[in-house]
Nanobody, 124 residues
Framework: QVYLAESGGGLVQPGGSLKLSCVGSGRPFRWYAVGWFRQSPGNAREFVAGISWSGGSTTFADSVKGRFSISRDDAKETVYLQMNSLRPEDTAKYYC?????????????????WGQGTQVTVSS
């Protein structure tokens, strides 16, 4: 079992940046592919970005390509989501999720460990 805790959310103006962190505990985080998802009221949870267990592969939703990046530091058991050029439509609660193994998924149903989420609000 791996336990996930997100941090780094907050209120930011359009065009601003935030860096989210997802810290894993329990089983070694390096065994897991990690995804970031987001959900706003009335909408389904959607994939944002993912990183493989080695860090060698990443994937992004079209809506965030070129603006967001994802990285991991396994020594710190942490995966980061760097969000730049934020837009009001990026406002949501952001969740990190983990799935054991080498495959990198972009579907909610494939992930079996979830954090509690951190709120990101983009507004002037």
């Amino acid at each position: 079992q791996v336990y996930l805790a997100e941090s780094g959310g907050g209120l930011v103006q359009p065009g601003g940046s935030l860096k989210l962190s997802c810290v894993g505990s329990g089983r070694p985080f390096r065994w897991y592919a990690v995804g970031w998802f987001r959900q706003s009221p009335g909408n389904a949870r959607e994939f944002v970005a993912g990183i493989s267990w080695s860090g060698g592969s990443t994937t992004f939703a079209d809506s965030v390509k070129g603006r967001f990046s994802i990285s991991r530091d396994d020594a710190k058991e942490t995966v980061y989501l760097q969000m730049n050029s934020l837009r009001p439509e990026d406002t949501a609660k952001y969740y990190c999720a983990a799935v054991e193994g080498s495959y990198l998924y972009d579907q909610v149903a494939e992930y079996d460990h979830w954090g509690q989420g951190t709120q990101v609000t983009v507004s002037s």
